[in-house]
């Protein structure tokens, strides 16, 4: 089943100890649509400005995303500008220019509204609700935030969390949201804000699913070379949201933990370039191989 | 088949956000022996002053470990004084008095000179060195350090490594020994300088072993309290090494697995309170069910 995206289309500009680049493809929603893309159709709803680039637009299209939402409004796209230096896990922002993401009210285009796997990226929680409330029959929605909302819109954020089946986030934002240095506490109690699943990144050592029921812990891929760890995590979140869309039935624990080393690929890949460059010639059975991989090196008889 | 080990037999006084404790029962031969002994039977060569209490002999003894080469000279045995904080994955050492460990040469009785497992615990790589030079007819030989050693002697401790088969060290003396940001590449490196394999302890982020054919992963056992960590590093290295000893033969990959399963397992129970205190209540049939909840928690189908 097909997949609603809303999140942000941003130029990024990035500085890692391995490089440097102006001007290039990112955002939450990129990153989630361009991953997701590999397991079933993604439609987009975000904002650029009349500055983006036409050939970003074609390259989504060329993974099958739905742009229909994609509103490009006068002014500015969304810039962000940061660098990682010894900590490869923490990106220092050098400056963010919302431009016409500042006064971003998501439209959901009528042929999207019936779509039933909803991932709401990282914005404003208020936001997230308003998308939410013009979905007509969502039925797996998964949601990510950041440190901002957690700081300045905890109300909001809470009470978006009983609206929604799975939380994705990171293990900063966990601490920070429940206020507890133990992410195995912290995730038991943001399961308890109403969620189905909470699933907490924690980088190069892996990720955590927490439910009712279990607990998986997932390493990350063990690669030498960290190139750059921009949208790690949204794409994480499409290969993780994409592999349950696909699926399109109520997922097993076992199907939650496929999706989490499904996500665990994905995002192994991304870091491997800058922007969307080692995924744009990522093939299916790179993937797979990726997974088997997976498989052999947290398997024990 | 049993197990010599050389190392530190202390006393602790430590701090955590949970309890303060003074004069505890602590060092790196200590906590190694007594999780070891769940395994095999375990032979200790250490220094202790005669201010030790016997009772602390007396328990070591109550797991059959050999104290035949425990030292007991005249003045005080080796004090380490520290806290925890926020971070419970690293001990701020407030006090260090090395006592009778400060002129400590390691004097393996006779009966111990046939033993093929060796432990080389956290002490001057000179003085590993030594142990080394002095065993009949070593199998299996395993070592520990820290950053201390890497700083001041690392001369020496790269001679050992081409000497021992496996190296088990924590991340942040991976780093410094190699001086690498990444963990995967940090491993190899280190595997580079003539060793079978080197185990990576990430503390709350579980472990990676490496050795020339393979890689493998192990998140650590999900604890929503970490009550004093002091010592888990060691514990971990006696059920690891432990394991091994038992099993009495060429390990092959997947037992190598299993061992660090196991040295997992013990670290998580030792956590749980301080000094020996939840090891000592400890039952095989405790050690075989989260072995299998380990199984349970990283297993994808």
Chains 1, 2 share one sequence.
């Not at 079933?40 to 989504?60: Q, R, S, Y």
């Not at 939402?69 to 500015?76: A, F, H, R």
């Not at 609206?163 to 920070?176: P, V």
């Not at 190069?204 to 070379?225: I, Q, T, V």
Request: aromatic content about 10%; charged content about 25%; proline content about 4%.
């Amino acid at each position: 089943m097909s997949i609603l995206v809303v999140g942000s289309v941003a130029l990024d500009s990035i500085k890692t100890p391995l490089g440097e680049k102006t001007d290039i493809l990112g955002g939450s929603a990129t990153y989630f649509s361009y991953s997701a893309s590999f397991f079933t159709k993604v439609n987009l709803v975000a904002v650029v400005g009349n500055d983006f680039p036409k050939e970003h637009i074609k390259l989504l299209e060329s993974r099958k995303i739905n742009t229909e939402g994609l509103q490009t409004v006068k002014g500015n796209t969304f810039r962000w500008s940061g660098c990682y230096e010894n900590d490869m896990n923490e990106a220092k922002t050098l400056s963010t220019c919302l431009n016409v993401f500042e006064t971003f009210k998501p439209e959901i285009p009528e042929s999207y509204k019936n779509i039933e796997y909803v991932f709401l990226a990282n914005i404003d929680p208020d936001l997230q609700m308003e998308v939410l409330s013009q979905m007509k029959k969502p039925k797996l929605i998964a949601a990510d935030s950041m440190n901002l909302w957690i700081k300045i819109k905890k109300p909001s954020l809470t009470k978006l969390l009983s609206k929604i089946d799975i939380l994705i986030i990171n293990d900063g934002e966990a601490r920070l949201f429940t206020e507890q240095p133990s992410l195995i506490k912290a995730g038991k109690i943001i399961l308890d804000y109403g969620l189905k699943y909470v699933v907490i990144k924690k980088g190069e050592h892996g990720s955590l699913l927490f439910s009712k029921d279990g607990f998986f812990a997932a390493p990350a891929y063990p690669l030498e070379e960290v190139f750059d760890p921009t949208g790690a995590g949204d794409t994480f979140a499409g290969g993780f949201f994409g592999y349950l869309a696909k699926l399109n039935k109520k997922p097993t624990d076992n199907d939650l933990r496929r999706a989490v080393v499904h996500g665990s690929v994905m995002a192994s890949f991304n870091v491997e370039d800058f922007s969307l460059e080692r995924l744009k010639t990522l093939t299916s059975k790179e993937i797979e191989t990726r997974y088997k991989k997976f498989k052999d090196i947290t398997n024990f008889k």
